[in-house]
């Protein structure tokens, strides 16, 4: 998508290779790019793209049956039934707009922190490192429901790390806004409108 015209009868939407589609509901679902749409409809928010580092060890002994973390000590981990262990902390860094790398310091940083928080990793090879890029807002809560400038547009952004977790239910909050009318469950808390600043245009977008 490369640029939005709303009407009022829906939204038209032309791509970057010059195609053109036309839908009555847009769905700002753009991750850590979002917030492009959403100054174009006078709806700026403070949206920053993130890095999460992540690595993978060879297959060893079963250990860990729970997806575990350290709540705000930037470390979790998983073993899978083949035995390798997904780890994940800290940050890595933007290659470009889309790509991203885990470098080297959260690596070790995340080998050192799992070898203390779990001893079994002791001397396990790290077979694979990646990273990627995720959208994060001040609050870390996603920003999800209607805009509050131009009906007929939702947004869905802003998942931070946890995306897997509550994609679905978030899809269906949305869904529900536009089969209903209404979600079932209030989305106020995840209003964009907790980012409006006083200077900021209410006027929809021409
Ligand atoms: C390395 C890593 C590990 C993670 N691990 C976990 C985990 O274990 N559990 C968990 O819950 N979450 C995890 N997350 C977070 C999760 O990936 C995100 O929260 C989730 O992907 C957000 O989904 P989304 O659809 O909002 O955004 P995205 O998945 O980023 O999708 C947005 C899409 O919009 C497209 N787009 C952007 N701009 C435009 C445009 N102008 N036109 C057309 N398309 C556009 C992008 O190309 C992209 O495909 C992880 C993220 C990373 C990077």
Not at 56 to 62: D, F, S
Not at 135 to 142: A, F, I, N, S, V
Request: proline content about 7%; charged content about 15%; glycine content about 14%.
């Amino acid at each position: 998508m490369a640029r939005v015209e709303p009407s009022d009868a829906g939204f038209t939407v032309h791509t970057a290779d010059g195609q053109r589609f036309f839908a009555r509901w847009l769905l700002n679902c753009a991750g850590a790019w979002a917030a492009g749409l959403a100054a174009q409809v006078g709806e700026p928010v403070p949206l920053v793209a993130g890095h999460p580092a992540m690595l993978v060890t060879e297959p060893l002994p079963l250990f860990m049956t729970a997806s575990t973390g350290v709540e705000g000590g930037g470390i979790y981990a998983r073993q899978v039934a083949r035995g390798n262990c997904v780890l994940g902390g800290g940050q890595g860094f933007a290659l470009g707009e889309s790509t991203a790398r885990a470098g080297q310091l959260a690596v070790l940083d995340i080998l050192r922190n799992a070898c203390e928080l779990y001893p079994a990793l002791a001397g396990a090879q790290a077979i694979r490192t990646w990273s990627g890029t995720e959208g994060y807002l001040p609050d870390r809560e996603p920003v999800l429901g209607p805009s509050a400038t131009t009906p007929g547009l939702l947004h869905g952004f802003g998942f931070a790390g946890a995306g897997f977790q509550i994609g679905p239910a978030a899809g269906e909050a949305l869904a529900e806004c536009i089969l209903l009318g209404e979600p079932r469950h209030s989305l106020k808390a995840f209003s964009i409108e907790r980012f409006r600043t006083s200077t900021r245009s209410n006027a929809p977008c021409a």
